[in-house]
């Protein structure tokens, strides 16, 4: 599938569609923008899927230019051959049948409606459908995750109904529930591998309710409703009152504040909220955060373009930014500056990264390499309680092991006279 080729039923919409039965309609029309984010993704998938097919290793594309935004070109770079390769060697042990981003048509269910399965790997003891995640937002579960399961569904219907190499009696035990479909959601920058264990037969049923949805939405308009996860990428969040609504709501605010209150009683106004919240609604803040985000990105782009236009801004202007200097061409500039001053004035050494260092190294230098290395962890991230992997031990997590015996200690204050002359 093409950056431009659009299911706005297809999997990756299938989140924003179950949470918000009026986000098809709110978005139909809408041109398809894509982000530096969005095409860093695809370039990884893209050098993934090479890698995959045997075209050489991750570290052999680095260099290679691949679609930005907006006409632009970006490169792959060597810390993402890292992050690549890495995904790339979890799929090769295991040893299996792989297929890389295989075009899935869900028009069983859905009329014209399909999506790029990212990696299916057919297994002797299950089928594995595993989706890279390459960005660095929110961590995504594999437990019914509507995208995977979709995947599942129209891998079935494309690629092993129609494989004749497949084994028809391990496609049948497949069919009949006999053998699982593991769920996998890898997201190597956010250093997450979630996932879950079901069959193909629930992947159907949910892929047949899922169709039930689209048909009720296609019978009668749906109310649109805000969230943390369905307007993150919605194309008509920037306009939409519902998710505007949601975010001030989060915040202990309405619209109507904005009208009647100053910028400074604003300021005041939050802050007294984010003292006043309880944990539930610190929770909320935090899991909306990313679409709050984004939605001040998206006010400060339309203030930013009715202001050229000529419109409204509310009493806003833009100014010029601050001006930062760089060299035009670094080699022309250094050859000039050292023909004017001594070395040691215009020019800094610093050392490679430990990574760079381990890649120009060889298995013996390497070995010498990493006692000089120390590691560093990233910090912590706050995901939902349901998230598999284990929270961090805290200190007060030691005295919920304890009980009544533990802490029936003696003081040893027998062995003094506690007579005290009043």
Not at 9 to 16: E, I, L, V
Not at 34 to 39: F, K, L, Q, R, V
Not at 264 to 275: F, H, M
Not at 397 to 406: P, Q, V, Y
Request: net charge negative.
């Amino acid at each position: 599938m093409t950056p431009l080729e659009h299911s706005s039923w297809g999997p990756s919409s299938a989140h924003r569609r179950l949470a918000c039965r009026g986000s098809a309609a709110a978005e139909e029309g809408l041109p398809e923008r894509e982000s530096p984010e969005s095409c860093e993704g695809t370039m990884h998938h893209a050098v993934l899927e090479k890698v995959l097919l045997g075209k050489g290793n991750a570290f052999a594309h680095v260099g290679s230019e691949h679609p930005g935004p907006d006409a632009t070109t970006i490169e792959f770079t060597r810390d993402q051959a890292r992050v690549v390769q890495a995904v790339a060697d979890r799929v090769e042990e295991l040893q299996g049948r792989v297929y890389p981003e295989v075009k899935v048509d869900l028009s069983a269910w859905i009329p014209g409606q399909f999506g790029t399965s990212d990696i299916g790997i057919v297994l002797p003891d299950s089928l594995r459908i595993r989706d890279g995640k390459f960005g660095r937002g929110d961590i995504v579960l594999a437990e019914r995750n509507p995208q995977c399961m979709l995947y599942a569904a129209g891998f079935w219907v494309t690629v092993l109904r129609e494989d004749p190499d497949l084994d028809p009696e391990w496609l049948a035990r497949l069919e009949a529930g006999e053998i699982p479909v593991i769920l996998e959601v890898d997201q190597p920058y956010k250093g997450s591998f979630d996932r879950w264990e079901t069959d193909l037969p629930t992947c159907l049923r949910f892929a047949e309710e899922y169709a039930a949805i689209y048909r009720e939405v296609q019978e009668a308009p749906q109310p649109r409703t805000a969230g943390p996860s369905q307007c993150l990428y919605c194309k008509a969040r920037p306009t939409c009152r519902p998710h505007i609504d949601y975010c001030l709501e989060v915040l202990g605010m309405s619209v109507a504040d904005l009208d009647t209150h100053t910028p400074a009683d604003l300021k005041t106004r939050l802050a007294q909220n984010l003292e006043q919240m309880n944990p539930a609604q610190r929770a909320a803040l935090q899991q909306a955060k990313g679409v709050i985000t984004k939605l001040l990105d998206s006010l400060d782009e339309q203030i930013r373009d009715d202001y050229l236009a000529g419109r409204d801004t509310g009493g806003l202007k833009l100014i010029p930014g601050a001006t930062r200097r760089t060299w035009a061409d670094e080699a022309v500039a250094r050859e000039e500056l050292l023909k004017r001053f001594k070395k040691e004035q215009v020019v800094t050494e610093a050392l490679v990264s430990p990574s760079k260092a381990l890649d120009l190294a060889g298995p013996r230098q390497q070995k010498t390499l990493l006692g000089l290395i120390t590691t560093n962890s990233n910090r912590p991230q706050i995901v939902p309680e349901t998230h598999k992997t284990p929270g961090i031990t805290r200190a007060v997590d030691a005295f919920d092991d304890l009980d009544a015996d533990d802490l029936d200690f003696d003081l040893g204050l027998d062995a003094f006279d506690l007579d005290m002359e009043l």
